[in-house]
T-cell receptor, first 116, second 107 residues
Framework: DVKVTQSSRYLVKRTGEKVFLECVQDMDHENMFWYRQDPGLGLRLIYFSYDVKMKEKGDIPEGYSVSREKKERFSLILESASTNQTSMYLC???????????????FGPGTRLTVL | QKEVEQNSGPLSVPEGAIASLNCTYSDRGSQSFFWYRQYSGKSPELIMFIYSNGDKEDGRFTAQLNKASQYVSLLIRDSQPSDSATYLCAVNGDMRFGAGTRLTVKP
């Protein structure tokens, strides 16, 4: 069974703090993704990575950065947290597309971040 | 920007009916299409993927793809209360998601 874990289920931070969200997968997936999910807006892609040390901006990268030093770990960093970054953050991983569903994404349980 | 659109609902059907969920996408080059189910407070999980035009069936679920019309749908036959969830459409390996359709199946 694929397992994607996230470092915290719930997190409360103050405005201006630096926040680290960690994601670890155990399936040797090349691809890893960070999303945020807000009511009415669905899942929005923040950053993704196709390989170690590689990163690509998604649709809403502003205010975020990422790090992928090892294949199994993908970190999302909020350099200076703001109240509009209060959200559910979901990490996912997958293989590259092989035309047979191999690029199915597996999601972690999510981190609900509240910035006060 | 590549877009994926879903009718946001909510959609309500009686138990035993067919639920029809729809999704359109803007990128004509899209190759792979996914339907995920997300229960309240949980993460999305895959229901089906489809790559070729036509229908693909898996139990009570049927995915339909029409690349010419840039349209993908999910039919749920014999809907059950346990099918009540938000259904997310996703396109391609870079995974743009629709906003989701919330389905309620009433006993």
């Amino acid at each position: 069974d694929v397992k994607v874990t996230q470092s915290s289920r719930y997190l409360v931070k103050r405005t201006g703090e630096k926040v680290f969200l960690e994601c670890v997968q155990d399936m040797d997936h090349e691809n890893m993704f960070w999303y945020r999910q807000d009511p009415g807006l669905g899942l929005r892609l923040i950053y993704f990575s196709y390989d170690v040390k590689m990163k690509e901006k998604g649709d809403i990268p502003e205010g975020y950065s990422v790090s992928r030093e090892k294949k199994e770990r993908f970190s999302l960093i909020l350099e200076s947290a703001s109240t509009n970054q209060t959200s559910m953050y979901l990490c996912a991983s997958s293989y590259p597309s092989g035309g047979d569903g191999t690029d199915t994404q597996y999601f972690g349980p999510g981190t609900r971040l509240t910035v006060l | 920007q590549k877009e994926v659109e879903q009718n946001s609902g909510p959609l309500s059907v009686p138990e035993g009916a067919i639920a029809s969920l729809n999704c359109t996408y803007s990128d004509r080059g899209s190759q792979s299409f996914f339907w995920y189910r997300q229960y309240s407070g949980k993460s999305p999980e895959l229901i089906m993927f489809i790559y070729s035009n036509g229908d693909k069936e898996d139990g009570r679920f049927t995915a339909q793809l029409n690349k010419a019309s840039q349209y993908v749908s999910l039919l749920i036959r014999d809907s059950q209360p346990s099918d009540s969830a938000t259904y997310l459409c996703a396109v391609n390996g870079d995974m743009r998601f629709g906003a989701g359709t919330r389905l309620t199946v009433k006993p």
